[in-house]
């Protein structure tokens, strides 16, 4: 099957039933293919492609090396009535930070606070997906993770930290909530792979090549090293996400990570810290709800900016982009296609996938 060389859209119901029979048929419980789906499409439908089905690819690839346990044993190490450690048996990231994070939450009702540190974790999407589930139980939510070294520290060129993803939500009452989520990077290095597959160029400040250059070619990126957002201050964020999620839970950190891509042979070993806080415990829910209100409607009634039309809250553009992909169907590019196409061959999967898209 053949497509343009433009992007084009599918289906949400589509790219939800295809990419959890595409995992089912690596190996994963159904259960567990439904979460792991659920999370890359969150991703696409708010519109962080880089993060979205587009890793179907490479996450079969691992499971099929077996460097993916497909029923992970996950072990409660040590636990008081606020924090737990966990292993979590390398299992799929997102089926194993869902399950902390609700963990999490069950805690937090009567500690008032809990906090989870993981070792033995692989890539778990977006960070967004697990704090949205403290904020949707009246809690506030916070997770971060670890990830292979592909960033330089400030004023070098030789990576050493991941761009490490970090997240934080917050409940509010007649708004949607209040949804962080950032690489420590200027931009997630999965929109360089993205940018790769596609066969695209990349904007210029984004990435260094291996000599310490300024590129626009994804290739080249990909051999040196992302940069972090806000020059020395990304870095120092990237390097306590790494204590926090890798040294402090005795996953593995920077260097000493497992690469996602073109890896064959190791565990990514990744460490994850998810927070979750029970606003009950501190102040009435629904006067604090309120109050993030105000907040929202005193920052977004402010002065704007010359050339500026609204003012708008973390999460929202994210929250506007679902709505509309909902309706419209998930961006996907030829080399997304490509691969997805590759995979339903590879399992044998009897699958029109051409049925579903429309052009973009």
């Known amino acids: 099957m053949s497509h343009s060389n433009a ?6 119901e589509a790219a939800n039933q295809l990419v959890q029979r595409i995992f089912v048929a690596a190996g994963l419980p159904q259960a567990d293919a439904a979460t792991v789906t659920d999370n890359l499409v969150q991703a696409d439908l708010r519109g962080h492609a880089s993060h979205g089905i587009s890793r179907a690819r490479v996450y079969c690839n691992r499971i099929r090396d077996g460097l993916v346990a ?63 589930q403290a904020a949707e139980k009246d809690m506030i939510g916070y997770a971060c993770s670890n990830a292979p070294a592909t960033m330089a520290p400030w004023g070098g060129i030789t990576p050493m930290l991941g761009t490490n ?14 949804v962080f989520d950032s690489s420590s990077s200027i931009v997630a290095r999965g929109k360089i792979n993205l940018a790769e597959i596609e066969d695209c160029p990349i904007p210029l400040g984004w990435a260094i090549d291996d000599k310490g250059r300024p590129t626009t070619n994804a290739t080249e ?10 020059e020395h201050k990304g870095y120092g964020i990237a390097l306590m996400i790494d204590i926090l999620a890798g040294v402090l839970s005795g996953a593995g950190y920077g260097p000493h990570l497992g690469p996602l891509w073109n890896n064959s042979e190791t565990h990514q070993n990744l460490g994850f810290f998810l927070l979750a806080i029970n606003i009950a415990s501190f102040r009435n829910v629904e006067e604090f709800k309120a109050e993030i209100d105000q907040m929202i409607d005193e920052i977004k009634a402010s002065k704007k900016a010359p050339n500026t039309d609204e003012i708008l809250m973390p999460g929202e ?43 973009a």
């Open 221 to 230: 990126a990909l051999k040196g090293s992302a940069l972090p957002f806000g």
């Open 70 to 132: 497909t029923a992970p044993e996950i072990k409660v190490l040590n636990e008081t009535p606020a924090a737990f450690h966990l292993d979590g048996g390398h299992g799929m990231g997102a089926v194993v930070a869902a399950e902390a994070m609700r963990m999490c939450v069950d805690k937090a009702r009567s500690s008032g606070i809990a906090m989870c540190s993981l070792r033995a974790g692989a890539h778990f999407g977006i960070a967004s997906y697990y704090t949205m």
């Open 317 to 359: 553009i994210e929250y506007r982009n679902e709505q509309y992909n909902r309706r419209h169907g998930i961006v996907v590019g030829p080399g997304v296609l490509r691969d997805l196409e590759a995979l339903l061959r590879e399992f044998e999967l009897d699958i029109d996938l051409a049925a579903h898209l429309r052009s």
């Open 7 to 12: 992007d084009q859209r599918l289906k949400v």
């Open 165 to 178: 993803p970090f997240s934080m939500s917050v409940p509010a009452g007649k708004h949607r909530p209040i």
